[in-house]
């Protein structure tokens, strides 16, 4: 055993230094999950503090440790290079450490963390459909593996959720928001949702809100504390992006404001000052754009504040814009543009939040991309449903985690799964683009909205 892993186990033994500690000092250390597991097996897993990380989800759950019957492996399917680094390789991380946290195991089973990349170099990093597919059917094909995390983009979820529902494998996503991926709702496309479910039973959850709930919130933001009165629409034409946005300009409809233009943009374009032009002319309070990072909408707004700047018109967009590389990619273009997020962002997170976004910045020397909270409640979800089962059951394992109830996450809110798969208490909120206290452009919270 390596000294230096010998040493903190014995600080553990002793007391001098809790789980979680001994778990991020390992993990730089470089030692193996296996290995971990195995020291906290021997030692006992210490008690859940009510401020750390470990101690979210349903408390009436026991958690199994130990690994005599075998392993379980868990795959994930997620973008985590180029434009996508910073979601996925966050995501990633925090999936580990969750597992990490509960001792690499789960109802007498030690669990494996197999993370698939779903993007490719010729997207930017973006997802690539044929490497879903096969990151999907990988998954299947083992009989180890018992459930898939994932995914990130909806188009891709769009994909996998067929295949895992006829293999008959739970799906769990920590950032899928597309509405038409789990429930009815105008604006669908034809089919949805029940064309993802060719066996006529529900396998896939996510621990998001949808678009119908981001998209309508904020338009109504939007209109209320921004008291927009005009607006012009623009969609990456991704499954995602043109949902959101889609939600959006009904809702402003609804509520009588003016859309000037709804439109999809090229996100292979070089640029969009031929477009900024035409939407500077129509004279808009407000431009929506519905968008992943990697379909360019860094290069959207810095056209647009070419000719509309910051003080005249209003740059909102959703949580698909919620990361440092879109920030990166418009400069200081981006300073003042607002953003929702179907959630909190990790700073604005108390007790257990704060702890795994304290544990996070210390592993990654960074803090945490927001979505990275929900990979860690995902996981934990996981790890309670195979505590409740004990079987290397796919079946039983999918019942287990479709059936989530009084789960309370890092956010601090508790919920549960509906019929469809989506939570019932939803966290939302708005966030703009400032400078922090050093001078570099920053995601800031403004305030949470909705329910």
Do not use: C
Request: hydrophobic letters at 40%; proline letters at 5%; zero cysteines.
């Amino acid at each position: 055993m390596n000294i230096r892993f010998e040493h903190l186990l014995g600080q553990l033994e002793r007391g001098a230094i809790d789980r979680r500690t001994f778990i991020v000092r390992a993990i730089a250390l470089g030692v193996t999950g296996s290995a971990v597991a195995s020291a906290l097996s021997r030692v006992g897993r210490a008690s859940a503090q009510d401020e750390s990380a470990a101690s979210i989800g349903n408390p009436e759950i026991p958690h199994v440790e130990g690994t005599e019957k075998g392993v379980i492996k868990i795959y994930s399917s997620w973008p985590s290079t180029g434009s996508m680094e910073g979601i996925g390789v966050d995501a990633l991380e925090a999936a580990r450490l969750a597992f990490a946290d509960f001792g690499n195991m789960a109802g007498g089973f030690a669990i494996e963390y197999v993370p698939l990349d779903s993007g490719i170099a010729a997207n930017n990093g973006g997802w690539d459909p044929g490497v879903e597919s096969a990151n999907a059917n990988q998954a299947i094909a083992d009989p180890d593996a018992m459930v898939y995390m994932g995914t990130y983009n909806s188009g891709a979820a769009k994909i996998s959720i067929p295949i895992m529902n006829e293999a008959g494998m739970a799906m769990i996503s920590f950032a899928n928001t597309y509405t038409g991926l789990t429930k009815e709702f105008p604006g669908n496309e034809a089919g949805e949702p029940e064309q993802y479910y060719p066996t006529g039973e529900r396998n896939y959850s996510r621990v998001i809100a949808a678009d119908d709930i981001q998209g309508a919130l904020g338009a109504q933001w939007a209109v209320e504390t921004k008291g927009v009165e005009s607006a012009y629409i623009l969609d990456d034409q991704s499954l995602y992006g043109h949902g959101v946005a889609q939600v959006f300009n009904d809702t402003l409809l609804e509520m009588g404001v003016e859309v000037l233009g709804f439109e999809g943009y090229d996100p292979r374009a070089p640029d969009y000052q031929a477009l900024m032009t035409k939407i500077a002319d129509a004279g808009p309070d407000l431009v929506y754009v519905g968008a992943t990072v990697e379909n360019n909408p860094s290069k959207v707004l810095l056209d647009m504040r070419s000719l509309m700047p910051a003080d005249e018109v209003v740059f909102l967009g959703p949580d698909g814009l919620f990361t440092q590389a879109f920030i990166d990619g418009a400069g200081e273009a981006a300073e003042g543009a607002f953003l929702t997020f179907a959630g909190l962002p990790p700073g604005e997170l108390a007790g257990p939040g704060a702890d795994f976004n304290a544990r996070m910045t210390e592993i990654l020397g960074h803090t945490p991309d927001a979505y990275s909270t929900y990979s860690y409640d995902s996981a934990v979800a996981v790890i309670q449903a195979i505590d409740q089962v004990g079987e290397k059951d796919r079946a039983k394992i999918l019942d287990a985690l479709m059936a989530t109830k009084d789960f309370t996450s890092l956010v601090g809110k508790t919920w549960s799964f509906t019929e469809t798969g989506d939570i019932d208490n939803p966290s939302m909120s708005v966030n703009e683009i400032v400078p922090n206290d050093e001078g570099e452009l920053t995601i800031t919270f403004v305030e949470a909205i909705g329910s």
